[in-house]
Every structure is written in structure tokens, then in C-alpha cells.
């Protein structure tokens, strides 16, 4: 049933708040993570309690509107896991007790809203959700409230409501001519030639809007300084997560859906998502702060998945949605190592830093694991997904953009290996001699992620079967 | 669609537009950070009132105004949001000047 | 139609006066007075309920809480208050000719595209609309409520040290 997977976070949320605190405190975490394991689990070897056969009772009773399919389901897995590890994270980096409350309540606020803007069939439902995970995330940017992070929350905050005013004016022009802002409502409005030039303005202004959020190039300012400047299990959660649900999943929803996209937008997104490649991976060899460069990466990557999302064949479809999956593993992966070596250390800057994979064996090894799934080397998860990508652009024709996408992996290997180098290889330095290895509460997430990668990556012809393909019938 | 609610139609575009430039050009120019939170509240008015026109002209009025008042509740959280994170950033500066929010560089 | 006319210009010289003005507290007043009429405009586009919600929120809750964030926001010292008003006059200066520049441009090139409205529907009331069809924005009206609230535990209480 897929209203569940709304109203059990929010009933969580009513609960943990009712009743006295003291006590709530204490099993905030496990709650939330049972929730999490559940959704997990059910998505993993139960699909058809969820979506499928059984109906929906309660979402009946409640004139809810939902439906999931093959891209719906693998979204809910790495929003599931993203949140765990998130949540995981946070029991070590957020020392305060209220603080953690507050934190874990706000995590089952954004867990509603990206599983919510994944399974909504109505344009302002989408529109409502997206809003829910975005003021929740600037809450959560500034829940330390010291001064970088107040200052990513405004960035953030500036170019959120500018990216909201665009999508409003959208569902106004789709009210207009279709007189309802379902799905259906809005993809039966393509086919009348009288509306054509309103219709394509309304879905060329969502772009834009759905451009800011996924921080592709021409707006991805808010982008570095938010992801860097906020705690580390925020950091997760944005970059993991939050860009991709909220920015490329509906990109994908109202591409292969909704809109009908005419080939100077495909043009347009493809190249977009290739600049975006190249300036990202650029941009990440010039920094010298951690998490900025893994900011910088985020960019990058998206930039790969907005490029096969211009492409628009089948194969391209599957090869982006799959590379939101991976990267939503090992872009976390890196965040909690680089949140690991922040809290052991006391730094971020990567000059100050060296030797450190004697002291901290398993962030280092899994830190290794990470960047090679993300730079696409075999048989690693990172691999597959790339490949896909490649393949699917030369054959639908566009042999320069493939050139564009494999050299820029090469980049991308080029900036995660100097992060390696800088930070876990290379001489000990004096002052690191006494850094000991992280404790169970991020080695643990740690070491589960890069066995998802490792395990991804092995079985990738099971999962090409049962995950992959269906996504190749969405678009016709 | 008859002639008048075309002609109707042309001038609200017409003073909608007007209000989205006011709103940027405040957002923009603006070195007073709840100003620009006003310049923020001026663009969304005009979104809204772009809504209520589209309901109607296509004659739904109800569910032009359901979706009014959603975005009315989000326009106020959004605002008590805004003002808590103009509030430290005055604690941390002194000042509540958008220059002076320029740490992050690079 | 005049009467409409008249309401809009009025907006627009509203929301002008409430971007131009120099003290800020001019500037919240202006955006209360920028809700009313808007609330005026939409009662006339058969939206009432709409209307009445705007006023009520816009033109009340939304000024108390700028009002309330300008106080949390005193500067201390008023000393460059002269040398900011002359800045500010010469930064601003420009926004009237832009809008009437635009306003004039527009009335004359502005071509509005043909378009079809779709087939009229059976007319509804808000409220069915609200609480029978629309549940989902009902429980993310909620959830946004809540995350506000969140909002203010997280951003505006002191920790106690």
C-alpha cells in the first residue's frame, strides 16, 4: 500500500512528539531506523506488499493518488538507505541531546517528502513535496547554527524560492489550458496544436526551476557552499539524496511521462548536463577543502545523469536512473568518511593532512572503494553505470558527447585519487600521530555502503534483469 | 475565448510582469537582507495572483483557490524560516547586510 | 474592466512604494497594504475564500512576523543613517522608469498567443474541493505546519548552557 509509505513516518513523527520526552529520546533512533530497515526490506524482497497486488485500503479511505513503478521503487531504495546511513552518522556528529531529537524529527519530515514526491500523480502535490524537503533542508543546514552554515542556508534559501516562483507560474499555465494539474491533465495538453507555444514556455520555466535544484551548471552556486558549510550527516543527506529525488527524479517523472520534449530541449539538456560534467571536475581539482571538492563532484555527476537524460533513448534512461542509485551510495560513502577524518582530525583542509590510512584503516579502504565506483573502474558498481551511459550515447548518434563523458572519467578519477593521495596516503604527518580510527557509529555505515557498491557491482547481471530493464519501458 | 476576457486577460499579464520585475529588481539590488525577504514575498504574490487569474479564465475556480491556500501556509513557513536565519546571521555579523555573507569563496 | 484596471495600477504602485521606501518599517506596511489589494482583486475574480485567507495571513501574521524579526534586528548605531538614505535613493532611482519603460513596451508589442481554455466543468465548491479530493495537500499542508514548528524549536530557542 503505498500510502504507508507517507503515513507511517508521519504517525512516527505524531508519536515521538506526544509523548514525554525523556523517554522519547531514547528510542527516537530506533524507531526512526526500524521504519527505515522496514521500507528497506519490503522494497528488497516483499514488492507486493507494498505497490502491486494488494491494493491500497487505507489510501482509498483518504482519496490519495499514488502510483509506483520500476523508477519509483529503485528511488525509495536509496532514499531508504541514505537516510539510514544519515541517521546512523548523526549519533556521533551531533553531541547534543535536543539537537539530535530535533535532527531525527526533521529526518522523518524529509523522509515523507521525498517519498511522497516520488509516488504523486498531480503536478502540485509534486510541487508541495519538493517544497516540504526543501524547507526542512534548510532547517537542517542550519541546525548548528554557526556562521558558514547560516550562510549556505541563505544562498540556498535565495535560489530555492526563485527555482518555486518558476515552477508555480508553470502550474499556472497548465491550469490554464488543461484546467487541472494532474499528470494525465497536463500530458493530454501536449496534444492540442492550439496550445503549443504556452505549453512548451510552461515546460521550458519548469526545466529551469528543476535546473536550480539539481545544481547543474549555469545555477549551481548554492551548491558548494551549502553541502560544505553544514554538518556532516546533513551533508549526506543532501548530496545523497535531496538533489536526486528532488531534482533529477522529476526531471526523469516529467521527461518520460508528463512533458513531451521537443529536440531543441533534448539539445538543450544534453548540453547543459555536459557542461556541467566538465566544469564540475575542473572545478573539483582546484580546491583544497574536502567536503568542497566532494560538492564539486556532486555537480559533476549530475551533470552525467542530466546528459543521458537529454539523450532520451531507452538504454539512456536506464543508465541515469542507475547512476543516481550509485552515486546516491558513493557520494554518502565519501561524506561519511570525510565527516570521519573531520571529527578524528579537527580539519578539513586536505594540505594539513597525509598518511592518515595507518591510523584509520577502514575509512581509508573504503574511502579507496568509493572513488573508484565513482570514477568507473570495474567491477565496481560506478563501472556499470557509466558504461551504460557511454554506450547509450553512441549509439543513439551523439559521438562527441560520449567522448565528452568517458574523458571527464578520467578527470574524475584524476581529483578522487588526489584526495587519496593528500589526505590518506603519502607521509604521517607530526601532529596526526595520535588520530585513532572512527568510532562503530560511522565505521559501520561505512563499511555497509562499500559493501553495496562491491556487492552492486558483482551481481550486476541479476539486478540488470529484475531492476534495470523495466525502466526501459517508461519511455516510448 | 471571447474578445473581452482576452483583453482581460492582456492587461492582468501585463501588471503580473510588472510585479515579478519589482520583485527581482529588489532581491537583487538589495543590501538589507529582510528586504530582500519582502522582494521574496512580492514575487510569490504575484505568482499567486497569476494563479487565481488561470482559474478564472478556465472557469475552476475552486481548485485555483485550494491551491491559493496551500501556498499560503507554505509562504508563511517559508517566511518564519527566512526570518530565523536572517536572525543569526545578525547574532554572528552585526549586521544584517547580504556583502557581508561572502565567507565561502572558491 | 476600469474598475479592475484601476486595482491593479494601484497594486503595482503599492508594491513600488513598499521596494522604494527607506525605513523599513515604511517598507512591511507598504507589503500589508500590497495584500489587501490583492486580496480586493482576487475577491473580484470570484476567489472569496482565497481573498479572505490572504488578508487574514498576508496582510496580518506575515507583517507581525517582520515586524517581530526587525526588532531582533535593531543596529546598535544609527550613526550612518543620512549616507545610506542618499545611496539608497541613487540605487532605487531606477526602478520606476524600468517598470514604466516595460509597461509602455509591453501594451504595445505584447502579443498574447491564441489559446483554448479547456471544455467548462460543472462548477465546485472550495470546500469539497479541499477536503474531498484533495487529501494529500491537506496532510502536506500539515506536514509543512509541522516542519515550521520544527523550524522555531531549531532556529530561535536558546540552548541552555
Same mark, same amino acid.
Given at each position: 500500500? $503505498? ?53 491500497? $485500503? ?124 494532474? #499528470? ?30 539539481s545544481g547543474v551548471? $549555469?545555477?549551481h552556486?548554492?551548491l558548494p557552499?551549502?553541502h560544505s ?6 551533508s549526506?543527506?543532501l548530496s545523497g539524496?535531496v538533489v536526486k ?31 556541467s560534467?566538465?566544469?564540475g571536475?575542473?572545478?573539483a ?6 567536503k568542497r571538492m566532494l560538492a564539486y563532484s556532486t555537480v559533476s555527476q549530475v551533470g552525467?545523469m ?21 552515486h546516491a551510495? #558513493?557520494k554518502?560513502?565519501l561524506f ?10 579537527? =580539519? ?20 579507496? %572503494?568509493?572513488?573508484?565506483?565513482a ?55 607530526? =601532529?596526526? =600521530? ?29 539486478? #540488470? ?12 | ?64 483557490? +485550494? ?19 536572517? #536572525? ?19 | ?16 512604494? =513598499? ?17 489587501? %489589494?490583492? +486580496? ?15 488578508? +487574514? ?105
Amino acid at each position: 500500500m $503505498p500510502s504507508a509509505l507517507i503515513l507511517a513516518p508521519f504517525l512516527s513523527l505524531i508519536i515521538l512528539n506526544l509523548f514525554p520526552k525523556e523517554i522519547m529520546r531514547k528510542i527516537a533512533f530506533g524507531w526512526v531506523a526500524c521504519l527505515l530497515l522496514l521500507q528497506i526490506l519490503l522494497i528488497v524482497l516483499y514488492p507486493g506488499i507494498l505497490f502491486g497486488a494488494a491494493g491500497d $485500503p487505507i489510501g482509498s479511505f483518504f482519496a490519495f493518488e499514488l502510483f509506483i513503478d520500476a523508477l519509483s521503487k529503485l528511488l525509495l531504495l536509496s532514499i531508504a538507505i541514505v537516510v539510514l546511513a544519515s541517521l546512523t552518522v548523526a549519533q556521533y556528529a551531533i553531541k547534543d541531546q535536543t539537537q539530535r531529537f530535533n535532527f531525527t524529527n526533521l529526518i522523518l519530515i524529509i523522509l515523507i517528502g521525498m517519498n511522497a514526491t516520488v509516488i504523486v500523480t498531480d503536478l502540485f502535490s509534486l510541487y508541495l513535496f519538493i517544497e516540504i524537503t526543501s524547507l526542512s533542508s534548510f532547517i537542517l543546514i542550519s541546525i548548528l547554527k554557526d556562521k558558514p552554515a547560516i550562510e549556505g542556508a541563505f544562498k540556498y534559501l535565495m535560489l530555492s524560492v526563485i527555482a518555486s516562483v518558476f515552477m508555480l507560474t508553470s502550474i499556472a499555465i497548465f491550469l490554464l489550458v488543461s484546467g487541472s494539474t494532474s #499528470f494525465a491533465a497536463v500530458s493530454d495538453s501536449f496534444k492540442n496544436p492550439a496550445n503549443a507555444f504556452l505549453v512548451q514556455i510552461a515546460a521550458g520555466l519548469f526545466l529551469c526551476a528543476l535546473f536550480i535544484k539539481s545544481g547543474v551548471f $549555469p545555477f549551481h552556486g548554492w551548491l558548494p557552499d551549502a553541502h560544505s558549510a553544514c554538518p556532516t550527516p546533513v551533508s549526506v543527506l543532501l548530496s545523497g539524496i535531496v538533489v536526486k529525488a528532488g531534482g533529477i527524479y522529476v526531471l526523469a517523472r516529467l521527461a518520460t511521462s508528463v512533458f513531451t520534449f521537443s529536440a531543441a530541449m533534448q539539445n538543450v539538456l544534453m548540453f547543459i548536463g555536459a557542461f556541467s560534467i566538465v566544469f564540475g571536475a575542473l572545478a573539483a581539482l582546484t580546491q583544497s577543502n574536502f567536503k568542497r571538492m566532494l560538492a564539486y563532484s556532486t555537480v559533476s555527476q549530475v551533470g552525467y545523469m542530466v546528459l543521458a537524460l537529454g539523450c532520451f533513448t531507452p538504454l539512456a534512461l536506464a543508465g541515469a536512473v542507475f547512476h543516481l542509485f550509485n552515486h546516491a551510495i #558513493f557520494k554518502s560513502l565519501l561524506f561519511v568518511n570525510a565527516g570521519a577524518v573531520e571529527k578524528q582530525t579537527g =580539519t578539513l583542509d586536505m594540505n594539513r593532512m597525509g598518511g592518515l590510512s595507518s591510523q584509520m584503516p577502514v575509512t581509508s579502504t573504503t574511502s579507496v %572503494i568509493a572513488s573508484l565506483s565513482a570514477a568507473g573502474v570495474p567491477p565496481l558498481a560506478g563501472f556499470w553505470s557509466k558504461l551504460i551511459i557511454i554506450l547509450a550515447l553512441w549509439n543513439a548518434g551523439h559521438q562527441t558527447y560520449a567522448g565528452i563523458a568517458l574523458v571527464s572519467s578520467i578527470l574524475t578519477l584524476a581529483y578522487l585519487l588526489a584526495i587519496q593521495r593528500k589526505v590518506f596516503f603519502g607521509k604521517l604527518e607530526q =601532529t596526526l =600521530t595520535s588520530i585513532k580510527e572512527a568510532p562503530l557509529a560511522i565505521v559501520l555505515p561505512e563499511i555497509l555502503l562499500a559493501t553495496i557498491t562491491i556487492a552492486v557491482g558483482l551481481s550486476f547481471p541479476f539486478i #540488470f534483469n529484475n531492476w534495470i530493464l523495466p525502466l526501459k519501458e517508461l519511455v516510448h | 475565448m471571447s474578445p473581452d476576457l482576452a483583453q482581460l486577460f492582456e492587461y492582468f499579464l501585463i501588471f503580473i510582469i510588472l510585479l515579478f520585475v519589482i520583485g527581482f529588481y529588489c532581491i537583487l539590488v538589495s543590501f538589507n537582507l529582510i528586504r530582500i525577504l519582502i522582494g521574496v514575498e512580492i514575487l510569490i504574490k504575484a505568482a499567486t495572483l497569476l494563479i487565481i487569474l488561470a482559474g478564472f479564465l478556465c472557469g475552476r475556480t475552486a481548485l485555483a483557490q +485550494s491551491i491559493v491556500i496551500t501556498l499560503i501556509v507554505i509562504e508563511i513557513v517559508f517566511m518564519v524560516v527566512g526570518g530565523g536565519v536572517t #536572525f543569526w546571521a545578525f547574532r554572528h555579523n552585526e549586521d544584517i547586510d547580504p556583502r557581508k555573507l561572502s565567507d565561502l569563496k572558491g | 474592466m476600469t474598475l479592475d484596471f484601476i486595482l491593479l495600477s494601484v497594486l503595482v504602485l503599492a508594491a513600488l512604494w =513598499t521596494v522604494m521606501t527607506i525605513r523599513l518599517i515604511h517598507s512591511i506596511v507598504g507589503l500589508a497594504i500590497t495584500s489587501v %489589494i490583492l +486580496s480586493i482583486i482576487m475577491y473580484r475574480l470570484n476567489s472569496p475564500l482565497a481573498a479572505v485567507f490572504e488578508l +487574514s495571513v498576508c496582510a496580518g501574521l506575515i507583517s507581525v512576523i517582520f515586524i517581530i524579526a526587525v526588532g531582533f534586528t535593531e543596529r546598535t548605531s544609527k550613526k550612518m543613517f543620512p549616507a545610506e538614505r542618499k545611496e539608497r535613493l541613487t540605487r532605487f532611482w531606477y526602478l520606476p522608469f524600468i517598470i514604466i519603460a516595460a509597461a509602455l513596451l509591453m501594451s504595445q508589442f505584447l502579443i498574447v498567443p491564441h489559446f483554448e481554455l479547456p471544455p467548462p466543468a460543472e462548477s465546485q465548491n472550495v470546500r469539497n474541493v479541499l477536503w474531498n479530493l484533495k487529501h494529500l495537500d491537506l496532510l502536506g499542508q500539515v506536514i509543512v505546519l509541522l516542519a515550521g514548528a520544527f523550524g522555531v524549536a531549531v532556529l530561535f530557542k536558546e540552548s541552555k548552557k
